[in-house]
C-alpha cells in the first residue's frame, strides 16, 4: 500500500498526504531545516505554532556532532530534540563533499580520481586585483584546500555584476602545524571564472575522496577522516529514526566533463541500489512503523540524461524521489551552460531548475512523493509546484530573518523584484507602527511593530532571531498551504498570477 495520496489536482500541480511513522504530512510541503537537531533560533513549540509538519535534520552534522549512536541511545533523535512530528534526514553526502572538503560549493568533488573539474580558478587576496599569489589547484602551493588544519568560518557568495563573476569569500581560522592551538583568522577570496576551467593539466587538490566504496572526507569539525558509504549514510539515518531517509549519492558539477558525468551517474546508480538493499534489510519490517526511503535523480543541465536517470529511478523504486543534481547555472555554482548565463544570473539560475523539473516529473510515477532538494524561495514555490513537485526544504527562511532580510507579501509590496522581502534595518522603518507583513497571522505581527523589529535587529538581541524567524518560517509555510487550498480548488494559476507578474 502506498503511503502518499493525491487528494487534487490541478493539471500538474498535486495536493495530497503523506503517511510517516510520525504522522501525517500535507503536501505540497515546506520543511524548515533543523541542521543540528534544531531549527535555529525556535523551539519545537514555536515550530508547531508556526504549523510546522516535518523538518530536516542534517545526517553529516549529526553523524559527527553528537554522533549517531549517541542520539540512538538517548531515544533517538525525535526525542533527542523534543520533536514528535516527522523528520526527513539528508544523507550526509551535500557536507561531505562539501563541508568536510573545505566548503567551497566549486571545489567540493575534486580529487585526482576523479577528472579535471576544478572551478577554482584562482586565489586573490583580499582587495586587490593583482595575479593571484597562490594557486588553488597546485598541491605545493600554501592553498587552503590542502591543509588539513584549516577550519572554515564563514562562507559568503558575491556576484559581480561587471565581470560576470561570482566570488566567494572563505575566512578561515588557520592553526599551523607548527604552533597548533594558535589560531589567525585569514580572509581567502576564491573566484570562480564563469569559463570552465578545463585544462587537462590541471592537477586539482584531493578535498573529498570518491571511491567505489564511498565517500572519504575530513571532519571540519577535528580534521578527522572518515568514510561515508551508502550503507552508512543509511545505518546513521536509521539509528537517527528519521522518517524519510535519503540515499547517498554524488552531487555533480555542472563543470564535470560529459565522461565523468557519465562515470559518476553509473557509480550513484550502484550507491542508490546498494543504499535501496541495505535499506530493505534493517528498516523495521511492519510497514506501519517504517520509514521511507527516498531516492536522488542526479543530473546535470540536460534533457537527454535528466529523462534517462528519471526513467532510470523510476524503475528501480523509491518511496519518493528527491531531485538533486546540477542545473546548469544554478543558484549555487556558476556555469558557463546555460545560454542565459550573463544576463541576470539569479534568474537564470532558477529558469534552469524549472526546466529541469519539468522534463523529469512527467517521467517520475505518479503515485510517489517528489522533493526538490535545498530550493524553496517564493517563486520556487509557485513554479515548482506547477511542475509537479510536492516537497522542499530551504535555509531562506531562518537565514534570510537572522539576516535582517523579512518576508512581505504582495500586498505589502512584495514583489518578484525585491525577492517578497524587505531590509528591516532600513530607516524608514524607524517609526513604523505596523506589523512586518500586515495581513499575517504569525505571532510576531500580531504582536510587534516594525519599528521594535528594526530595533531588536540593530541592538543585536537574541530575541529578534526568534521572533523574525517565526515570521520567515510561518510566511512560507502559509503560502505553501495556501497553495494546497488552491489546487484543491482548482485555482493555482489564479492563485500564481496574484504573486508572481
Ligand atoms: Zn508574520
Redesign the pocket.
Known amino acids: 500500500m502506498s503511503n502518499f495520496k493525491i487528494l487534487g489536482k490541478d493539471k500538474m500541480a498535486r495536493a495530497g498526504v503523506l503517511t510517516t511513522p510520525h504522522g501525517e504530512v500535507k503536501t505540497p510541503v515546506y520543511m524548515p531545516i533543523g541542521t543540528v537537531g534544531s531549527v535555529k533560533a525556535l523551539a519545537p513549540d514555536d515550530l508547531k505554532k508556526v504549523n510546522t509538519q516535518i523538518i530536516l535534520g542534517n545526517t553529516y552534522h549529526l553523524y559527527l556532532r553528537p554522533g549517531s549512536k549517541l542520539i540512538k541511545k538517548m531515544g533517538g533523535l525525535h526525542k533527542f530534540m523534543g520533536w514528535d512530528y516527522p523528520i526527513l534526514t539528508d544523507s550526509g553526502g551535500f557536507q561531505a563533499f562539501s563541508l568536510g572538503a573545505m566548503i567551497e560549493h566549486g571545489v567540493r568533488k575534486v580529487g585526482r580520481s576523479m577528472g579535471p573539474a576544478s572551478s577554482v580558478s584562482q586565489v586573490r587576496p583580499r582587495g586587490t586585483n593583482k595575479p593571484p599569489a597562490v594557486d588553488a589547484r597546485d598541491p605545493s602551493s600554501e592553498s587552503p584546500i590542502d591543509q588539513n588544519y584549516l577550519r572554515v568560518r564563514k562562507s559568503g557568495r558575491v556576484y559581480n555584476e561587471k565581470s560576470k563573476k561570482i566570488t566567494r569569500r572563505v575566512t578561515v581560522e588557520e592553526l599551523s602545524q607548527k604552533e597548533k592551538g594558535k589560531k589567525r583568522s585569514v580572509s581567502k577570496w576564491y573566484e570562480h571564472s564563469s569559463s570552465a576551467s578545463q585544462s587537462k593539466k590541471e592537477e586539482p587538490e584531493i578535498l573529498s575522496k570518491i571511491t567505489e566504496e564511498g565517500v572519504e572526507f575530513t571532519s571540519h569539525l577535528d580534521g578527522g577522516k572518515h568514510l561515508l558509504t551508502p550503507e552508512k549514510s543509511v545505518e546513521v539515518q536509521l539509528d537517527l529514526g528519521s522518517d524519510i531517509i535519503l540515499v547517498l549519492d554524488e552531487l555533480l558539477s555542472p563543470l564535470s566533463s560529459p565522461s565523468y558525468v557519465a562515470q559518476s551517474l553509473e557509480r550513484t546508480h550502484r550507491w542508490e541500489q546498494r543504499s535501496k538493499a541495505y535499506f530493505e534489510k534493517h528498516c523495521e519490517k511492519k510497514r506501519e512503523k517504517r520509514g521511507m526511503l527516498f531516492g536522488i535523480l542526479q543530473g546535470v543541465y540536460d534533457r537527454g540524461i535528466r529523462e534517462k536517470e528519471a526513467m532510470w529511478i523510476s524503475k528501480v523504486g523509491f518511496d519518493g524521489f528527491s531531485i538533486g543534481g546540477s542545473f546548469g547555472t544554478s543558484k549555487y555554482w556558476p556555469s558557463s551552460r546555460h545560454p542565459d548565463e550573463g544576463q541576470d544570473l539569479d534568474w537564470a539560475a532558477s529558469k534552469a531548475i524549472y526546466e529541469t523539473i519539468g522534463w523529469v516529473t512527467p517521467l517520475l510515477p505518479d503515485s510517489a512523493p517528489r522533493h526538490a532538494l535545498g530550493i524553496g524561495e517564493v517563486l520556487d514555490l509557485f513554479e515548482c509546484i506547477e511542475r509537479g513537485i510536492d516537497m522542499f526544504d530551504c535555509v531562506a527562511p531562518t537565514r534570510r530573518a537572522r539576516n535582517g532580510s523579512l518576508y512581505i507579501s504582495p500586498k505589502n509590496g512584495g514583489k518578484q523584484k525585491n525577492k517578497f522581502v524587505m531590509a528591516i534595518e532600513r530607516s524608514e522603518f524607524k517609526e513604523d507602527k505596523k506589523?512586518?507583513?500586515p495581513g499575517?497571522?504569525?505571532?510576531?505581527?500580531?504582536n510587534f511593530s516594525r519599528a521594535y523589529l528594526r530595533h531588536l535587529y540593530l541592538s543585536a538581541e537574541i530575541l529578534y532571531h526568534r521572533l523574525a524567524s517565526?515570521?520567515n518560517v510561518?510566511?512560507m509555510l502559509n503560502l505553501t498551504n495556501e497553495i494546497r487550498g488552491s489546487i484543491l480548488e482548482k485555482r493555482f494559476k489564479k492563485l500564481k498570477n496574484l504573486w508572481i507578474k
Do not use: N, P, R
Not at 499575517?440 to 500580531?446: E, G, L
Open positions: 506589523a512586518i507583513d499575517c497571522s504569525c505571532y510576531t505581527c500580531k517565526i515570521h510561518y510566511f
